[in-house]
């Protein structure tokens, strides 16, 4: 079945940079729209960047945008977020999901997170 894992979150301090995994099953990752979201306490969820199926079309947050990158290896069925001058408001605990051609559609599988905290 369709399954998303995140991998990759931390502790880092203000500047600096972290990778996060988000590993699939059940499809490739070229398939479907592969979403990362996040959600920090007491806030809600937010859609941080998007990868469309097909082309790869690429969305980011304007907060994001500049310090995140997505990319996917289609060897390793993995779609990676490079995070750099990590700062204190990207603290949350990162989510990826899947489930749709499109970023516009409904992407309902969802991993289980991995907590990025940003300190020093």
């Keep these: 079945q369709v ?3 995140e991998s990759g979150g931390g502790l880092v301090q203000p500047g600096g940079s972290l990778r996060l995994s988000c590993a699939a099953s059940g499809f490739t990752v070229d398939a479907y729209a592969i979403g990362w979201f996040r ?3 007491g806030k809600e969820r937010e859609r941080v960047s998007c990868m469309n ?3 790869g079309y690429i969305w980011y947050e304007d907060s994001v945008k500049g310090r ?3 990319s996917r290896d289609i060897a390793k069925n993995t779609v990676y977020m490079q995070m750099n001058r990590l700062e204190a408001e990207d603290t949350a605990v990162y989510y990826c999901a899947t489930g749709s051609y499109y970023c516009s559609g409904s992407l309902r599988y969802w991993g289980q997170g991995t907590q990025v905290t940003v300190s020093s």
């Design 3 to 5: 399954q998303v894992v």
């Design 39 to 41: 959600q920090a306490p």
């Design 53 to 55: 199926s097909g082309d």
């Design 68 to 70: 995140f990158t997505l």
